[in-house]
């Protein structure tokens, strides 16, 4: 088992990391194949 607080660690460098993503995409052409495929499953997601 990995001690909790190096999972925690891992966790919040993961979710900075998708941050990062997420605002790189939003940058790019909405309407390109990629970020519409990209767009509808984070839709998907949060319903």
């Known amino acids: 088992m990995w001690p909790v607080n190096e999972l925690e660690v891992l966790l919040t460098t993961a979710q900075v990391l998708l941050k990062d993503?997420?605002?790189?995409?939003?940058?790019?052409?909405?309407?390109?194949?990629?970020?519409?495929?990209?767009?509808?499953?984070?839709?998907?997601?949060?319903?």
């Open 21 to 47: 993503l997420e605002s790189v995409l939003k940058k790019q052409d909405p309407a390109s194949p990629k970020n519409l495929r990209t767009g509808a499953l984070q839709t998907g997601s949060r319903q």
